[in-house]
T-cell receptor
Framework: AQSVAQPEDQVNVAEGNPLTVKCTYS??????LFWYVQYPNRGLQFLLK??????LVKGSYGFEAEFNKSQTSFHLKKPSALVSDSALYFC????????????FGSGTQLTVLP | SQTIHQWPATLVQPVGSPLSLECTVEGTSNPNLYWYRQAAGRGLQLLFY??????ISSEVPQNLSASRPQDRQFILSSKKLLLSDSGFYLC?????????????FGAGSRLTVL
């Protein structure tokens, strides 16, 4: 079975400070990993994905994520947070050899304080 | 470019009434189509997915059903709504045959059952 854990329901960070939203996963085979963002009363928007290659993936709006195979983690990061980054963030995984659908984490609410 | 439309955006229905939520995709053919439910603004639950016309897979037994009468149309229905059916319903599509494909979500339909 595949699973995703986002251990923090809520992350608060001051504007201009770096932010990290944590994600760990469990999957058979090599993972496909994704981050999505959701603003209030809206659908999810794709931020970035890891398929293969460089462990550091760069995505939309200055976000990046680091794939760590030994720690089975895919933490989302941004060097300098903006108030407009405040939203709900979802990590998702699917095994490369799996016919299963994408599995989402429970979400982390990021609040950037001015 | 591809777009996904979902309607209605908001719906308030009494217990026991029927439901029909519609989703259409433009600018692509043979998409995989998905219905998710998000309860209490948090985790996503996959309800149904479809890989082609008339082909529906159900992930969770429930009071709801789905149909795909046309290649780019996906409908979520219920004959009699329950209070527990309240939530935010999200339609999504992806390309076929690749676990690396990104899900693109619609704007969502908020259902309140009273």
């Amino acid at each position: 079975a595949q699973s995703v854990a986002q251990p923090e329901d809520q992350v608060n960070v001051a504007e201009g400070n770096p932010l990290t939203v944590k994600c760990t996963y469990s999957v058979s085979g090599n993972p496909y990993l994704f981050w999505y963002v959701q603003y209030p009363n809206r659908g999810l928007q794709f931020l970035l994905k890891y398929i293969t290659g460089d462990n550091l993936v760069k995505g939309s709006y200055g976000f990046e994520a680091e794939f760590n195979k030994s720690q089975t983690s895919f933490h989302l990061k941004k060097p300098s947070a903006l108030v407009s980054d405040s939203a709900l963030y979802f990590c998702a995984v699917r095994g490369s050899g799996s016919a299963r659908q994408l599995t989402f984490g429970s979400g982390t609410q990021l609040t950037v304080l001015p | 470019s591809q777009t996904i439309h979902q309607w209605p955006a908001t719906l308030v229905q009494p217990v026991g009434s029927p439901l029909s939520l519609e989703c259409t995709v433009e600018g692509t053919s043979n998409p995989n189509l998905y219905w998710y439910r998000q309860a209490a603004g948090r985790g996503l639950q996959l309800l149904f997915y479809s890989v082609g016309i008339g082909q529906i897979s159900s992930e969770v037994p429930q009071n709801l059903s789905a149909s795909r009468p046309q290649d780019r149309q996906f409908i979520l229905s219920s004959k009699k709504l329950l209070l527990s059916d309240s939530g935010f319903y999200l339609c999504a599509w992806s390309g076929l045959n690749s676990g690396a494909n990104v899900l693109t979500f619609g704007a969502g339909s908020r259902l309140t059952v009273l």
